[in-house]
């Protein structure tokens, strides 16, 4: 499974647009790159999932360079709410979820304030 | 309806004890998980299964054990709970090629 490093932490003002990269450089053929956010005391919850160039969601989007070896998760205008831990992931989901590949990393501690 | 719902919230227990913490998912998945989320926040994978395999991450002790009723269920079993157990942990499900995984809401487990 591919390694992933993330920034330990990043802090933004509300309105802003937050960019957090991940970087994943052994990252597989078949891998897929997907992120998640999780709130204190809660799940992880998914946000989006992307294997190469750009997917946007209605929560964010995801941009993937051609060599795919790092990721950058957008969060337009963020607000108080979107305070969380953002987790990058790399996996194969060729092969489903039994394979384990929803390995978490040390994920990145967004702040975001007034 | 919660989609997938943990039982209990909380739990303090001896060192000693064996414990369990019961899974629910009510998603139709075909795969389920256990995670601990220690005081550090770090998310670590102990199991995942479905009706085919069980896959065990090596580095988690064989004091605990999935036990799967069905499909719908995955519970953790826990013998002779350490101080080192306390952390929180959360059960997960999701469906064959499909990127999305839920999480339950978590179990915290204090040993004292």
């Known amino acids: 499974l591919a390694k992933t490093t993330q920034p330990i932490s990043m802090d933004s003002y509300e309105g802003q647009e937050v960019n957090i990269t991940c970087s994943h450089n052994?990252?597989?053929?078949?891998?897929?790159i997907t992120w998640y956010q999780q709130f204190p005391s809660q799940g992880p919850r998914f946000i989006i999932q992307g294997y190469k160039t750009k997917v946007t969601n209605e929560v964010a989007s995801l941009f993937i360079p051609a060599d795919r070896k790092s990721s950058t998760l957008s969060l337009p205008r963020v607000s108080l709410s979107d305070t969380a831990v953002y987790y990058c992931l790399v996996g194969d989901m060729g092969s489903g979820g039994s394979q384990g590949n929803l390995i978490f990393g040390k994920g990145t501690k967004l702040s975001v304030k007034p | 309806d919660t989609a997938v719902s943990q039982t209990p919230k909380y739990l303090v227990t001896q060192m000693g004890n064996d414990k369990s913490i019961k899974c629910e998912q009510n998603?139709?998945?075909?795969?389920m998980y256990w995670y601990k989320q220690d005081s550090k926040k770090f998310l670590k994978i102990m199991f995942s299964?479905?009706?085919?395999?069980?896959?065990i991450n090596e580095t988690v002790p064989n004091r605990f054990s999935p036990k799967s009723p069905d499909k719908a269920h995955l519970n953790l079993h826990i013998n002779s709970l350490e101080l080192g157990d306390s952390a929180v942990y959360f059960c997960?499900?999701?469906?064959?090629?499909?990127?999305?995984?839920?999480f339950g809401q978590g179990t915290r487990l204090t040993v004292v």
């Open positions: 997960a499900s999701s469906q064959g090629k499909r990127p999305e995984a839920f």
């Open positions: 998603l139709g998945h075909d795969t």
């Open positions: 052994n990252i597989a053929t078949n891998d897929y």
């Open positions: 299964y479905n009706n085919k395999e069980l896959i």
